[in-house]
C-alpha cells in the first residue's frame, strides 16, 4: 500500500494528450514539493519534472507537472509510442513515517 | 556527467547481511546534495531505503531502519548499504541515486541498478 496513490494504468493514441493522477495528504504533497520518474522497461527510472512543475534540462515540454492542494498531476501531450513506460510520483512525507515516499506508479499504454 | 555504479554480490544467504557500495564519478559528494538508495522489487514498484549527506548525516526509511546502515567515504567518493537480517522479500533491483532536491524528494542522477537475490 503505498502512501502516494497513483492509477494502476492509463491509456491514450499516438499524438493525444494523457494525464496521471497522484494523490496524497497533508503531510506530503500539501506541504512538500513533487518529483516525477518515467522507468522504460529494464532501466533506471529516470527524472521528467521536479518542484512540482520543473524540468530538467533535455526533457521536453510535452511533459509537464501540476499541484493542486494534496494532489498532483503529470501531463504529457503528443503521446509517442516510446512514452510507453511506467511512472512514479514521489515526495517527502513530514508524518510519524517521516521519509522519502512513491506513489505504486502508473503503466502508460499508447496505443 | 555524472555517474553512479552500483556494486556487490548479487546472491544473499537469508538472515544474512546485504552489502552494497555505490561509486560517484564527475562529481565530489564532498560538494552536496543527499545520496540515496532506493530498491525495486521485481515486478513491483520504487521504495526508498535511506539517503546520507558528505557530514555523515542519515535519513531511514522507518520500516527499513532497525536493518539499515548507509555510510559515505569521501576519500573514495562512494557511499554504502548495509542491511541485516535479510529475507527473500528484500530481494530486488537496488539503486542509488543524488537527491538534487530535499533528503529524498528528487533524484536527478540514477546507476544502472544491481540485482540482489536473497536465497539459500
Known amino acids: 500500500q503505498s502512501v502516494l496513490t497513483q492509477p494502476p494504468s492509463v491509456s491514450a493514441a499516438p499524438r493525444q494528450k494523457v494525464t496521471i493522477s497522484c494523490s496524497g495528504s497533508?503531510?506530503?504533497?500539501?506541504?512538500?514539493?513533487v518529483s516525477w520518474y518515467q522507468q522504460l522497461p529494464g532501466t533506471a527510472p529516470k527524472l521528467l519534472i521536479y518542484d512540482n512543475n520543473k524540468r530538467p534540462s533535455g526533457i521536453p515540454d510535452r511533459f509537464s507537472g501540476s499541484t493542486s492542494g494534496t494532489s498532483a498531476t503529470l501531463g504529457i501531450t503528443g503521446l509517442q509510442t516510446g512514452d510507453e513506460a511506467d511512472y512514479y510520483c514521489?515526495?517527502?512525507?513530514?508524518?510519524?513515517?517521516?521519509?522519502?515516499?512513491f506513489g505504486g506508479g502508473t503503466k502508460l499504454t499508447v496505443l | 556527467q555524472v555517474q553512479l555504479q552500483e556494486s556487490g554480490p548479487g546472491l544473499v544467504n537469508p538472515s544474512e547481511t546485504l552489502s552494497l557500495t555505490c561509486a560517484v564519478s564527475?562529481?565530489?559528494?564532498?560538494?552536496?546534495?543527499?545520496w540515496g538508495w532506493i530498491r525495486q522489487p521485481p515486478g513491483k514498484g520504487l521504495e526508498w531505503i535511506g539517503s546520507?549527506?558528505?557530514?555523515?548525516?542519515?535519513y531511514f526509511n522507518p520500516s527499513l531502519k532497525s536493518r539499515v546502515t548507509i555510510s559515505v567515504d569521501t576519500s573514495e567518493n562512494q557511499f554504502s548499504l548495509k542491511l541485516t537480517s535479510v529475507t527473500a522479500a528484500d530481494t530486488a533491483v537496488y539503486y542509488c541515486a543524488r537527491y538534487v532536491l530535499g533528503v529524498a524528494i528528487a533524484a536527478d542522477y540514477w546507476g544502472r541498478g544491481t540485482l540482489v537475490t536473497v536465497s539459500s
Open positions: 497533508s503531510s506530503n504533497i500539501g506541504i512538500n514539493s
Open positions: 546520507i549527506y558528505h557530514s555523515g548525516n542519515t
Open positions: 564527475a562529481y565530489s559528494i564532498s560538494s552536496g546534495y543527499y
Open positions: 514521489g515526495t517527502w512525507d513530514n508524518s510519524l513515517s517521516t521519509g522519502g515516499v
